[in-house]
């Protein structure tokens, strides 16, 4: 048995039985179940866990710290590198809140294309989720059809920014380019065969009798815990509150679209599992709804906004002050006025904010991010005990947090 006195002293406030038949056990930092370099230290009594504590820190980059390094162009890439599964909704949470700190009026082409590209990558982000959780439990089958279509959704996402992970394709003030030729039909021949395949997943677990021992009442939050602890989007969904900023705050064309905000009451596991499924149709709604607007928009994908952004590459390669401007936002970085701000999205894992405060410099005097993934990755100090060694794979699975998110 390890002895508690020999743990990081990161533990060294935790009280841990020093008597009787408990054991201390490590869980992770290198765990193929713990989603990256998270570490639980457990003191358990057989296979019951008494307490659990997460140690985290393994993947500091300093990104906070770098904003404050660089100037706001320049920060827009490392944004992905936040949460890397959904990279697109770093790159806007970041951009919209420079923007809204500068009053830039983004055109409404490039805010439908924004809206695209966000549940897409909601919809890849799910996908991955999804097929992990279930490959965690043991359900291999489900893994392979989730990333069979995640693969068709990258497609869409490559042949726009050319990447598939870390894609940067949304520019303060705008996008870069206009969506190209034949996209719109691929996507809505993607959003025309994807409810079958969520229909396929259904099959394969909603009633599986392994599954649903391994996912209902286990990992229980109640409302009043999620609220308490900060929980958001599915983690608060699923425990009963239904709250989604696309609804209560609209951003982009959000307020202009049609969906419902699946939610369940029960808190536990599956219930997260059924709001994740559940998400992913209404993103196809979504979806279907934004190709008509796009077609009816006028092709403007950049704000009129000299001070702030660059101006196209049109008038880059014909306009001599253009290029002067735009030599000046590159090597000096746009200038926004004096103040503070802070702006919340919905990311696909929750609440993703982004508070700078600003001192009409180029730089950021100072930049912190809210990101889901580390206030549910606290609350496994409350969920776990009671639970089984076997069940906390199945709890880390269905919070879905990144640790790029949690140690920044």
Same mark, same amino acid.
């Given at each position: 048995m390890q002895d508690p006195n020999k743990l990081r002293p990161f533990f060294e406030n935790v009280e841990f039985n020093r008597e009787g038949s408990n054991m201390i056990l490590n869980f992770g930092p290198q765990h193929p179940s713990a989603h990256g370099q998270l570490k639980l230290v457990l003191e358990v009594d057989g296979e019951k866990i008494i307490k659990a504590r997460p140690g985290i820190g393994y993947m500091h980059r300093g990104v906070e710290k770098m904003a404050e390094n660089m100037i706001y162009q320049e920060f827009v890439p490392v944004t992905d590198r936040v949460d890397y599964i959904a990279a697109g909704s770093n790159n806007y949470g970041f951009c919209a809140t420079v923007e809204k700190l500068c009053c830039i009026d983004v055109p409404r082409r490039a805010q439908i294309i924004r809206t695209m590209l966000l549940e897409l990558n909601r919809i890849a982000s799910?996908?991955?989720?999804?097929?992990?959780? !279930?490959?965690?439990? *043991? !359900?291999?089958?489900?893994?392979? @059809?989730?990333?069979?279509?995640?693969?068709?959704?990258?497609?869409?996402?490559? +042949?726009?920014?050319?990447?598939?992970?870390?894609?940067?394709?949304? +520019? =303060?003030?705008?996008?870069?380019?206009d969506l190209p030729d034949g996209w719109l039909d691929e996507l809505l021949a993607f959003c025309e065969k994807f409810p079958r395949d969520i229909a396929d997943y259904e099959a394969l677990l909603d009633t599986n009798r392994i599954w649903l021992l391994r996912t209902q009442n286990v990992g229980v939050i109640t409302k009043e815990q999620a609220l308490s602890c900060g929980c958001s989007g599915v983690m608060l969904r699923a425990s009963g509150y239904k709250w989604d900023i696309r609804k209560e705050e609209p951003y982009l064309i959000y307020d202009e679209l049609d969906f419902d905000v699946p939610y369940a009451?029960? *808190?536990?596991? @599956?219930?997260?599992? +059924?709001?994740?499924?559940?998400?992913?149709?209404?993103?196809?709604? =979504?979806?279907?709804?934004?190709?008509?607007?796009?077609?009816?928009?006028?092709?403007?994908?950049?704000?009129?906004?000299?001070?702030?952004?660059?101006?196209? +590459?049109?008038?880059?390669?014909?306009?001599? @002050?253009?290029?002067?401007?735009?030599?000046?936002?590159?090597?000096? *970085?746009?200038?926004?006025?004096?103040?503070?701000?802070?702006?919340?999205?919905?990311?696909?894992?929750?609440?993703?904010?982004?508070?700078?405060?600003?001192?009409?410099? *180029?730089?950021?005097?100072?930049?912190? =991010?809210?990101?889901?993934?580390?206030?549910?990755?606290?609350? @496994?100090?409350?969920?776990?005990?009671?639970?089984?060694?076997?069940?906390?794979?199945?709890?880390?699975?269905?919070?879905?947090?990144?640790?790029?998110?949690?140690?920044?």
């Open positions: 799910h996908l991955l989720f999804l097929g992990t959780h !279930a490959l965690d439990i *043991g !359900a291999m089958t489900v893994f392979l @059809y989730t990333f069979r279509e995640r693969e068709y959704v990258l497609d869409l996402i490559e +042949k726009y920014s050319g990447a598939r992970l870390t894609h940067h394709n949304v +520019k =303060i003030g705008g996008m870069f380019v009451e029960a *808190g536990d596991c @599956y219930a997260r599992y +059924k709001c994740y499924v559940q998400e992913m149709r209404e993103s196809v709604k =979504i979806l279907t709804q934004c190709v008509p607007l796009y077609k009816a928009s006028e092709p403007k994908i950049l704000a009129d906004s000299p001070e702030f952004v660059s101006a196209g +590459k049109e008038q880059l390669m014909s306009q001599n @002050y253009s290029l002067m401007q735009h030599f000046v936002l590159i090597t000096q *970085g746009l200038k926004p006025p004096k103040g503070e701000i802070y702006l919340a999205t919905e990311s696909p894992k929750g609440e993703l904010g982004f508070y700078i405060y600003s001192v009409g410099e *180029g730089s950021p005097y100072r930049l912190k =991010i809210r990101c889901p993934s580390f206030w549910h990755c606290a609350i @496994y100090e409350e969920i776990m005990p009671g639970q089984y060694i076997a069940d906390v794979t199945a709890i880390i699975g269905s919070s879905n947090i990144i640790l790029g998110e949690v140690d920044r």
